[in-house]
Nanobody, 120 residues
Framework: QVQLVESGGDLVQAGGSLRLSCAAS????????MGWYRQAPGKQRELVAA???????NYADSVKGRFTISRDNAKRTVYLQMNSLKPEDTAVYYC??????????????WGQGTQVTVSS
């Protein structure tokens, strides 16, 4: 069974740092783009950062210069390093990945989410 499992969410004070991890498991032929989204209470889910298989990245304006996305293909893992955290970063963070289970058969998978809470 293919799944994405996130870890690293926690309660942290403003100005602090956290590192989120998301590992893909199961029978996967290839992992394409991966990303992190977040959803705060009462708000829509939004893209935080994404990284392609060629390591091109893009970020939401609100996190540029503070967050860094990276991936380790050998470990099938994507990371989100979050620095200078602000209370407005509080949300459930979801991992997202475009996976090919067989050649040409792509599907988007989501993790279960990990809570990040930033106190002021």
């Amino acid at each position: 069974q293919v799944q994405l499992v996130e870890s690293g969410g926690d309660l942290v004070q403003a100005g602090g740092s956290l590192r989120l991890s998301c590992a893909a498991s199961g029978s996967i032929f290839r992992i394409n783009a991966m990303g992190w989204y977040r959803q705060a209470p009462g708000k829509q889910r939004e893209l935080v950062a994404a990284i392609t298989s060629g390591d091109s990245t893009n970020y939401a304006d609100s996190v540029k210069g503070r967050f860094t996305i990276s991936r380790d293909n050998a470990k099938r893992t994507v990371y989100l390093q979050m620095n200078s955290l602000k209370p407005e970063d509080t949300a459930v963070y979801y991992c997202n990945a475009n996976l090919e289970l067989r050649v040409g058969q792509r599907r988007v998978y989501w993790g279960q989410g990990t809570q990040v809470t930033v106190s002021s």
